[in-house]
Structures are given as C-alpha cells and as structure tokens.
C-alpha cells in the first residue's frame, strides 16, 4: 500500500527551530528549498499542521519535496505534542489554542505574506479554523481528511464534561509508564494496519523518546543498567488522551469553512479513509473548494502514499497559480 518517496527530493535532514507562540515554546521543523531550484512558487512559505497524536517529523516523506518544489516548509509539533511546550497545570488543550498559534506562528515564519496551509485530520480541522478566522492570511489550503470528526449535539455537553474531569484527574494521578519501542511500533500498527510494518516501525521512534531517568525505567523492566536505554515514552501530553469537554459542532466549523476565501484542496484516502456521513455538504460551504481521492491511501496518506500526495499538492499549486490565486 506505500509507494516510493517522491521523485525529485533529495531527503536532506531539516532544521529545528523553536518559536514562541501563543504563550508556549513551538518546536518547528524547516525544510528550506535547496539553492539550484529554478521553480519560484508564488506563495513562498508552506505550512504543515499534523494530526492527533502524530508529529510534525511524519511529514518526512512529503516536506523535501515541497520545498525542492521551491517552498519554505515549516511544521511544528503542535502543543502538547512532540517535543512543543505543553499547558501548564490546570489548562487544558482546546481548538481556540490551536488556531492562536497558528496565528502566531504564521506570523513570525512569514510576516509579510499568506501561507500555502495544509493541514491533516486534527491539523485540517485547525487550519479550517484558521483560514476561516483570518482568511487574508492564507493563499491557498489543503486539507487532507480534515474536515472535522462527527457532530455531537448539545445534549451530550454534562456527559463529555464530567468524562473529561474524571479523564484529567486520572491522568494526574498516573504517569506514564514506559514501554519498548517494540510495545510502541505495535500500539501504532494496531491503529494504522494498512500502513506498512517498517513504517510504523520508523514512526513509532519518531513518536516516542528514551527515558531518561533510568531509575523510573528500572522499575519497571527490572534492570539498572540498561533499562534506560531500552524504554520509551511517549512525546505527547498524557491530556491529549482525555476527553475535551467542548464537543465538535459541525455549525460552528460551518460558519468559518464560510469564510474561507483562499483556493481550496480537499484530499481523502479513499474507502478505507475517514469520510464524515456529511463530508460533501461540509466541502460545499467552502466556495473555492475541489475534492480528489487517492484510492487506498487510508487516511494516513502523508505515509502510505507520500509521492501521490506531492503530485495532488503541486498540481493544485501550479492550477492556482494559473488562476492568480
């Protein structure tokens, strides 16, 4: 179900930066376009918004070879995630939050300019967010199956709220125990089975990281010496586990996918994707939108089928670069 990484990128290791934004310190990976690029793209900078509990380092396979296409790419781990601050005790994590960061961050990647913003499920749903908040700030968007989870109705409000005070007290009581990159690698392909296994097994090292207090790996594995070696932690706020108190509403997403005003690309991953019962009536809302599927990607697909989504991503560019945007 994978396919090759792109044809034209050379994968060059990017940089790491950190950016305070919104009150937290981002973590931001950048991929800068090599020199010998011709190409000039109208919208110089990219920016990558990754999904629930993933990280802006999966977006290895595809970041190359936007920037050889000339982009400045930028991704951050967003916060509470990777190795980007998390809230302090007593905040939590909220879809307001998100989309102030990306306030920020677009503003200090590129001050002067809109942004190409693509961003995947969760990070879709944000960047949705985003350019419906502030519309002038974002030339062109693409979403890759990002057009928010089910709708929940009102009612469910006191059952999501006490759910998410017992979830977040438990998460207090209980720290994280550490597991072996091969308990990692399978947690991962239990949830993603139709990605393929030495994948999964690269992204569970990306998603995880050693433990460094050798004494809390001891007790759970039993050896000093090399336990701390051995053990991973998860990179992503134990919180992120919990259930928010404010449910999706598929109204409000609404009210900003309206205001939307940039070129819109909305990419699925075919029958075994993640496709809304409304999915087509929520694209309509965006004015300047078009819809195309990569058949067996899954909704993964920035890692079972990276080159087929570069191709859609700079096929769209080039289209709305003819256009004049």
Sequence with gaps: MTDARSEHAPQVAPTSLRIHANG????VLAWEPPASVARRVRVPVCVLLH???????????????????GFRVMAPDQRGFGDSGRVADGGYYHFPDYVFDVADLVDAVSPDAPVFLVGHSMGGNVAALYAGTL?????????????????????????????WIEGVRKARLR???????????????????????????RR??????????????????????????RLR?????????????????????RAHAARISAPTLVVG?????????????RIAVIERARLVELPGAGHMMHWTQPAALVRELLAFVDAADAHGG
């Design 24 to 27: 937290l310190d981002l973590h």
């Design 51 to 69: 999904g629930y509990m993933d990280s802006a380092a999966s977006f290895d396979e595809i970041a190359p070879s936007l920037a050889h296409a």
């Design 135 to 163: 519309p002038e700030r974002v030339a062109m968007l693409a979403l890759l199956e990002g057009v928010g989870p089910p709708d929940f109705p009102d009612e469910l409000a006191p059952v999501r709220t006490r759910a």
């Design 175 to 201: 720290d994280e125990r550490p597991i072996t990159l091969e308990e990692a690698a399978r947690r991962l392909g239990s949830n993603h089975p139709y990605v393929d296994r030495a994948l999964i097994a």
């Design 204 to 229: 569970a090292e990306q998603l995880t990281r050693p433990v460094s207090d050798v004494s809390e790996a001891s007790e759970v594995s039993g050896d000093s010496e090399a336990s701390g070696a």
């Design 233 to 253: 932690a998860w990179r992503f706020d134990p919180r992120h586990r919990t259930t928010s108190p404010y449910a999706f509403s598929v109204a409000r997403w």
């Design 269 to 281: 991953g075919g029958p075994t994707g993640y496709h809304p019962p409304d999915e087509a009536e």
